[in-house]
């Protein structure tokens, strides 16, 4: 059940019928070393009219005043929206928000922040942090978070622009469905898609391969969901239960497809790379997500473990990271490949005191606090490792 802060940011969003989304980073609490503080606002395809009078100008500097009022309207600020066009700064900025401000502190990495736009100068914000939420909030606006944020816009979710070949595919895809296909099929038909309209994907290291499928999934997603539901969201509802029934569905579909999309899409790239592994096996303890090479090595006594990998995959994991730990407890270290964008160094601390590595893709690393002990890899290094421990 979504938590009284997630719901009140749900009714205001589609109430409104604009929101953006996104996640709090380590740049955004100055723990980068950046020298930079305040959420990050994007610019791209025309965002920052949501939130700013102020275009996107090279060699200019605008501030603009707003209020917000956070969370279930428990704390107002009398903040500032600043476009930074000079140098070699070319971003928005929210910032201001007076002395002991608590939502934004190096804990709130890997926490959503929503805001949303009630009237000129005026917001309301609310910052998610339990998985659960983000997940129901997601869900329930129909978006879904690539690249660290997402809009939702005119009361609908902001869909990516895609190319004619992929849009052909995906259109052929969607005219033969009668009913939701597994995950599997929705991922496979993004592979094929992008392998067959992209030539230089075969060719691409893994990390910049797991976000392109990951984001395509996601569209493909999206076109076959509004085919397949329109039916069901224009209908006469026979009672609030019934409404409520069909939402639930919808919602329990989105949020259950975008885990078996991440696996899916590792195990894929892992095959390509020629690297043996197996998918959530029956046999071993814990039945973790991922077990490299095989459960017959798991099971052998006599195989050196440092030859063993076992892998949580994980869209998120601000707290279900600890679900490795009682996975495969014949190897001790193990590792969580995730696309979630940051995580707090408090967080990080404990995932480095339980032996625990992660592997996030490239594009992500900025988001992710610099200074805390932590392994962080991209998915080229976990791959590079695996091969040499193979080879040794």
């Not at 707003?66 to 910032?95: D, F, H, M, P």
């Not at 984001?215 to 329109?230: D, V």
């Not at 029956?282 to 006599?302: F, H, K």
């Not at 893709?361 to 200074?371: G, K, V």
């Amino acid at each position: 059940m979504a938590s009284p802060n997630c719901e009140a940011a749900i009714g205001t969003a589609t109430g409104t019928g604009n929101a953006l989304l996104k996640f709090v980073s380590a740049n955004d609490v100055n723990a980068t070393g950046a020298h930079q503080w305040g959420f990050y606002l994007p610019k791209e395809d025309g965002v920052w009219q949501m939130f700013t009078r102020h275009p996107p100008l090279k060699d200019s500097l605008e501030k603009e005043l707003v209020t917000i009022a956070w969370q279930l309207e428990e704390y107002t600020t009398e903040s500032a929206i600043t476009w930074y066009g000079k140098k070699t700064r070319s971003e928005y900025r929210l910032t201001r928000f007076g002395r002991g401000f608590p939502y934004l502190t190096r804990d709130s990495v890997g926490d959503l922040l929503v805001l949303i736009p009630i009237a000129p100068g005026r917001f309301r914000a609310f910052l998610v942090d339990l998985e659960e939420d983000i997940e129901e909030l997601q869900a329930a606006l129909g978006v879904q978070i690539g690249k660290s944020w997402a809009i939702y816009r005119n009361g609908a979710p902001q869909l990516e622009t895609e190319d004619d070949c992929i849009e052909r595919q995906f259109r052929e895809f969607v005219l033969g469905l009668h009913d939701f296909p597994t995950g599997r099929s929705f991922s496979l038909a993004a592979q094929e898609a992008i392998a067959d309209c992209i030539p230089s994907f075969a060719a691409e290291d893994l990390d910049s391969c797991l976000t392109k499928l990951m984001e395509c999934e996601y569209r493909l997603f999206r076109m076959a969901e509004r085919s397949l539901c329109a039916p069901e969201v224009v209908r006469v509802f026979r009672d609030i239960d019934d409404f409520l029934a069909t939402a639930a569905t919808i919602m329990n579909r989105r949020k259950s497809r975008a885990g078996r999309s991440l696996e899916n899409h590792v195990s894929a790239l892992l095959t390509r790379r020629g690297i043996r592994h197996v998918v959530r096996p029956d046999s071993v303890d814990g039945r973790p997500d991922i077990v490299i090479p095989d459960v017959e090595a798991y099971l052998n006594d006599q195989w050196p473990t440092d030859g063993i990998f076992v892998v949580g995959v994980k869209t998120t994991c601000k707290d279900r990271w600890r679900q490795v730990l009682n996975e495969a407890r014949r190897i001790r270290h193990k590792y969580i490949l995730t696309v979630q964008p940051g995580i707090s160094e408090a967080q990080l601390r404990e995932m480095h005191a339980a032996r625990v590595s992660l592997v996030v893709p490239r594009s992500l690393h900025r988001e992710y606090p610099h200074n805390t002990p932590i392994e962080l890899l991209t998915f080229e290094d976990f791959a590079g490792r695996v091969e040499e421990a193979i080879r040794a």
